[in-house]
């Protein structure tokens, strides 16, 4: 059964003066509507953060050809003088999550992208990322990566660096150049292990061992790992405990509670 | 109490197979069990008396095809029901995180996070550090993703809140009850074990109040944390060590009442002070017990429960005889009995670290502020016709209505604005009108 937790009233939000009160970085999510009414209490209708980052994820974005190309300088000024902040934004969270992206290779799972909480690290620079407006002035100043960055050599802007490229070049660039923020593959998306199912040779049912006997055909670098920490030896260094630090401390040893 | 001579049982949360006592083969690989971690089928289950071997009806071949990364089910299947049952160790950990909504943890409700999204595992070595074991292999914190000035919005409430991070730990007001989904335990008496008679009896949640192999029980839900000052460090008993008894023993035949009434012998305390800038206050939950210790050597005994065999003649969930359980137990753990023991209060500090609520689940500031109840702007401090919007601040712990048509039980909270007790902390008391640790108000308050 699935538990619902409703929080009571101390719990619930007020109304905001604020157009958006984006007051903990990361654990956002509401949409922009909800910010500034008091929501009803949260029930099962209720779709979570993750839920509608995945439905966000799923919308098709018609292609933009014509871009605006506008001095980032000037830009960033241009963009600050209109206002727009992290106040303006719609969506806090994104999955991101495309087909493009995945066409080739499905080795990583899709990213989660904290929009907000960028916006804050960056000051609010929205040009940051958003370098470029569609020229047609009905468009919005800023768009989805993904509405001018499709699959790479797109027939209708071929120069145009495809999606994936452009994640990985503004995300891990802009890392590396702030020193901040994961610049590995893992620092950003969970691995997509191989589907396991012909991989795995094993006899008729199986002994346990047997089962990690296979296992270490291909994984012996990872056992000899798993057969050093704490999870397998049941102690580790007692790193934050006084008078201990230099000792290998835990229940296979000296670790008691009152359990 | 502890692993030492009850190993069958105790390392059904071992990721290996076979340790039922000190000849295990550590450096055995074949002896590690990879399916605990990384079964993704939901099905892999070890015997819970069988020293970490699989239930032998599990088909272990369609769960080895299936292996994947791993997920909030697999770590809690050992991390959420420690200490013998769901929720009953963690103050803010149980099945409910399987499956949460956003309002159990906004991370793994949500967001759907899996442990390891903050628990960043490198070659199998997994950060992060618990108030209960000592080993650790490096610390997860909030501040890895949040910054050390979380609250981003530009106005002078954020200012506020992100002032607060320097002395208060994000728990304290982003976790504001612990046990808000199924109760914890925070009450065990041993000395009372040992009745095969004494009928179980069910608390209001369907908890176990006594059992004749542990004693009696205490749970809570919904609770208020204790609060206390904490730099990350703890001050930890650990077998072996000599600990003062003086005032903490207790007559297993007084009532419940009288034994939690004195001292305790403290065997995990945070480490931490007013005065220490590194320090934070932080929010724990309190286990509290009665448990053995030899008033000759002043060392914590520790109990053989779990039989050996068919021929254990020395376990105390067999044999109901605790000189023979210390005997047993000490001796295989390379301590010292003298042969008689005493029943001791003992008290442990468990810090919450999960559940986090979503933003507008935090504490308002008014509950802990008794200063500002009754505000109506911020004109104490600042200019009048600000924009900050204070009733909304003043709403805590009014209405709880809502609480309660979903079950819960808060009314131990209405109204409140003592979730920290500043005097307990060593303030003056409100720091609104008595001032910070470290900085005096510029005007004085009356």
Redesign the interface.
């Known amino acids: 059964m699935k538990v619902r937790l409703h929080p009571p009233d101390i719990f619930l939000e007020g109304p905001k003066k604020r157009k958006t009160a984006v007051f903990l970085c990361f654990i956002l999510g509401i949409t922009a509507s909800s910010m500034t009414t008091a929501p009803a209490a949260p029930g099962p209708e209720v779709r979570t953060e993750q839920e509608q980052a995945r439905v966000h994820a799923a919308q098709r974005y018609p292609f933009i050809a014509e871009v605006e190309r506008e001095d980032p300088v000037l830009r960033k000024l241009r963009l600050h003088r209109m206002g727009l902040d992290s106040g303006d934004i719609t969506h806090e969270y994104f999955l991101l999550s495309s087909p493009v992206v995945n066409a080739d290779t499905d080795t990583y799972q899709p990213v989660r992208f904290m929009h907000s909480k960028h916006a804050s690290a960056l000051n609010d620079n929205c040009a940051a990322c958003h370098h470029y407006r569609p020229a047609d002035k009905e468009q919005s100043e800023t768009v989805a990566c993904r509405a001018c960055h499709k699959e790479q050599s797109h027939p209708q802007a071929p120069s145009r660096v495809g999606l994936k490229s452009a994640y990985h070049q503004k995300c891990m660039g802009c890392h590396k150049d702030m020193n901040q923020g994961p610049t590995g593959c893992q620092g950003c998306h969970r691995k997509n292990p191989p589907d396991h199912t012909n991989l795995v040779s094993l006899p008729e049912d199986p002994q346990p061992r047997e089962v990690t006997q296979a296992c270490l055909g291909c994984h012996e670098d990872e056992a000899r790992d798993f057969v050093t920490t704490a999870h397998w030896l049941w102690k580790g260094p007692a790193s934050y405990t006084v008078n201990r630090q230099h000792q290998e401390i835990g229940k296979a040893n000296i670790t008691l509670n009152n359990f | 109490?502890?692993?030492n001579s009850n190993e069958s049982r105790?390392t059904s949360c071992?990721?290996?197979?076979g340790w039922k006592d000190d000849s295990f083969d550590?450096?055995r690989?074949?002896?590690?069990?990879?399916?605990v971690?990384h079964d993704t089928t939901g099905k892999y289950t070890k015997t819970p008396t069988g020293a970490g071997?699989?239930d032998p009806d599990i088909d272990?071949?369609q769960i080895?095809?299936?292996?994947?990364?791993t997920s909030r089910e697999t770590c809690g299947s050992c991390h959420f029901s420690?200490?013998?049952g769901d929720h009953?160790?963690h103050a803010n950990m149980g099945s409910?995180l399987n499956?949460?909504?956003?309002?159990?943890d906004?991370?793994m409700?949500?967001?759907?996070f899996?442990c390891?999204?903050c628990h960043?595992t490198t070659?199998?070595?997994?950060p992060g550090?618990s108030s209960?074991?000592?080993?650790?292999?490096g610390?997860t914190q909030c501040i890895d993703?949040?910054?050390k000035e979380?609250?981003?919005?530009n106005?002078l409430?954020?200012h506020h809140l992100n002032e607060h991070c320097d002395h208060i730990a994000c728990n304290t007001c982003?976790s504001p009850l612990y046990a808000?989904?199924?109760p914890t335990?925070i009450w065990?008496d041993w000395s009372e074990a040992g009745d095969t008679d004494r009928p179980v009896q069910k608390g209001p949640h369907g908890q176990p109040l006594y059992h004749w192999k542990k004693g009696v029980f205490g749970w809570t839900q919904n609770a208020k944390p204790s609060y206390a000052w904490s730099n990350?460090?703890?001050?930890?008993?650990?077998?072996?060590d000599t600990v003062d008894l003086e005032g903490k023993i207790v007559d297993p035949d007084a009532s419940q009442k009288e034994k939690k009434q004195g001292d305790y012998v403290h065997?995990?305390s945070p480490?931490g002070d007013k005065t220490d800038p590194d320090s934070k206050i932080t929010p724990f939950k309190v286990?509290?017990?009665v448990?053995p210790a030899d008033p000759e050597t002043s060392l914590?005994l520790?109990p053989h429960l779990f039989p050996y065999g068919q021929e254990d003649t020395t376990a105390y969930w067999k044999n109901l005889d605790w000189q023979k359980a210390f005997e047993e137990g000490m001796q295989a753990s390379g301590l010292p009995y003298s042969g008689d023991y005493v029943w001791v209060r003992?008290?442990?500090y468990w810090r919450m670290e999960h559940e986090?609520?979503?933003?507008?689940?935090?504490l308002?500031c008014t509950?802990c502020h008794s200063a500002l109840q009754g505000e109506k702007t911020c004109d104490r401090c600042h200019r009048p016709a600000r924009?900050?919007?204070f009733?909304?601040l003043m709403?805590?712990?009014?209405?709880?209505?809502?609480?309660?048509?979903?079950g819960?039980d808060?009314k131990h909270?209405e109204k409140k604005s003592d979730f920290l007790n500043f005097k307990d902390l060593g303030y003056e008391g409100d720091p609104i009108i008595h001032g910070g640790r470290f900085k005096r108000l510029p005007l004085s308050f009356e």
């Open positions: 109490m502890n692993p105790c071992h990721a290996g197979y550590f450096s690989l074949e002896n590690i069990d990879c399916l971690c071997m699989p272990l071949a080895a095809r299936n292996v994947g990364p420690g200490g013998g009953v160790k409910e499956d949460p909504c956003r309002t159990c906004i991370h409700g949500g967001y759907d899996t390891t999204e960043r070659n199998h070595k997994i550090k209960s074991v000592a080993a650790t292999e610390t993703c949040h910054t979380p609250h981003y919005g106005d409430l954020d982003h808000r989904s199924h335990k065990w990350g460090y703890t001050q930890r008993t650990l077998a072996g065997l995990a480490v286990m509290r017990g448990q914590l520790l003992t008290d442990m986090v609520l979503p933003k507008e689940g935090a308002k509950q924009a900050a919007d009733t909304d709403q805590g712990g009014e209405r709880m209505q809502s609480a309660e048509d979903s819960w808060p909270l």
